[in-house]
């Protein structure tokens, strides 16, 4: 109930607004970014592979004046980490991949040239969540297993970014920007309550991921649960198309 709340919040803001911008656009939007969920339990433990990952979605700005707008988007977007650990007898790879639908709101201040900056809030739903572990001697496999229940679905974020409105026709422009996000929720659950027996049962029988079995053991190898974060930052590149403004349909 708390994210739908939010998005009817952000709904009737966004409802509210467009009655008084002055152009409105909408358009479609893809974007590559560099992808992290950091851990320290996790990052102590194992080496980080840098990770990226693909999202696509809709976009909408309106516009107050020649200066000031807001942004929403609307966005599929993949999140992904992977790691690795060698040793002396084996080599163990890892991946967690996560899908989430954004909707950032975003405030905006554009120059005359369409140079532009953006902050604000994002909520998120987690869609889906999958692991993939190989080991090198063949122990513990599995590719792509869902672990959703094993993670929050909720996340607030904050994101900024800067960028360049293109102006093609009066009617045409092409958006492209630089974004960086950072979730403050928690992403992976807090099991510290369980020794360490139950934890690892839990994990060799595929009940928990290895990312939150990690998050829940230190590099000591005791139970002490650390917080996951998700990071990410790219380029995103939209085709816009500029409706006819508000006040002139009015």
């Known amino acids: 109930m708390r994210l739908q709340n939010l998005v009817f919040t952000i709904a009737f803001l966004f409802l509210f607004f467009s009655s008084n911008a002055q152009r409105i656009s909408i358009g479609g939007k893809l974007a590559f970014n560099n992808t992290a969920v950091y851990n320290k339990n996790i990052f102590d433990q194992v080496d980080y592979v840098k990770s990226h990952a693909n999202s696509f979605g809709a976009q909408i700005n309106l516009m107050f004046t020649n200066k000031w707008g807001i942004t929403t988007d609307?966005?599929?977007?993949?999140?992904?980490?992977?790691?690795?650990?060698?040793?002396?007898?084996?080599?163990?790879?890892?991946?967690?991949?996560?899908?989430?639908?954004?909707?950032?709101?975003?405030?905006?201040?554009?120059?005359k040239i369409g140079l532009h900056f953006e902050v604000g809030p994002m909520i998120s739903r987690l869609l889906s969540a999958k692991e993939t572990v190989l080991n090198s001697n063949g122990s513990f496999n599995y590719t792509d297993k869902d672990f959703k229940n094993d993670f929050n679905n909720f996340g607030l974020s904050a994101?900024?970014?800067?960028?360049?409105?293109?102006?093609?026709?009066?009617?045409?422009?092409i958006n492209i920007e630089g974004r960086l996000g950072y979730m403050f929720t928690d992403l992976t659950t807090?099991?510290?309550?369980?020794?360490?027996?139950?934890?690892?049962?839990?994990?060799?029988?595929?009940?928990?991921?290895?990312?939150?079995?990690?998050?829940n053991i230190n590099e000591n190898g005791a139970v002490s649960y650390a917080k996951s974060t998700r990071i990410f930052n790219g380029v995103n590149v939209g085709l816009h198309w500029v409706i006819v403004p508000m006040n002139i349909i009015k």
């Open 159 to 173: 994101v900024g970014g800067f960028g360049w409105d293109i102006k093609l026709s009066k009617t045409l422009m």
């Open 190 to 215: 807090d099991y510290s309550n369980l020794s360490k027996e139950e934890l690892l049962i839990k994990f060799l029988k595929e009940e928990i991921s290895l990312n939150t079995y990690s998050s």
């Open 74 to 111: 609307i966005i599929l977007a993949n999140q992904n980490q992977k790691y690795t650990l060698i040793n002396d007898t084996n080599t163990f790879n890892g991946e967690s991949k996560f899908t989430y639908l954004d909707i950032p709101f975003l405030l905006k201040r554009k120059n």
